[in-house]
């Protein structure tokens, strides 16, 4: 698989292992090598992004969080935590979906159950990044 190189300023040390046909990626704050596919490859970099820039700590990080919207189970693929409060969360894409406002509406659905102030949709090479006020969603630019 070729790994395209993502939109963050810095660049994170990766662990990845081979089995098979398969490339795998460790996850930092599950503890245990992932499937490497686009969309995952986008999530750690979110993950290293939180954690090292950020100084999180992996568990206030939590991935893949079942949530229930309209008697539907989803996934949400981030959520950052403070005290247990949602702070952040970010729906990660593969970097060849291209973001939409049919994707910012997905996000901002699951952030109804959720409640976090704050949400960023993410296919790795584009971010968009909002705050939720009485107002709505607020857009701002955020430089990674």
Known sequence: MQLPKLNFRENY?????????NLFIYDLTRKSYLLLTPEEW???HWI?????????SAS?????????????????DL????K???KILVECKAPSITLT???FEQ????NSVIGAPEIILTNGLQHINARYSDKGYEFYQFDY
């Open 60 to 76: 206030a990080l939590i991935s893949e969080k079942k949530v229930v919207l309209h008697g539907l189970t989803k996934r949400i």
């Open 13 to 21: 040390n990766f662990r990845f292992r081979k089995d098979k046909d």
């Open 79 to 82: 959520l950052v935590t403070e």
């Open 42 to 44: 986008v999530r750690q």
């Open 107 to 110: 996000t901002a659905r699951y």
């Open 101 to 103: 406002e049919k994707t």
């Open 48 to 56: 290293h992004y939180f954690l090292s820039s950020k100084g999180y």
């Open 84 to 86: 247990t409060t949602p």
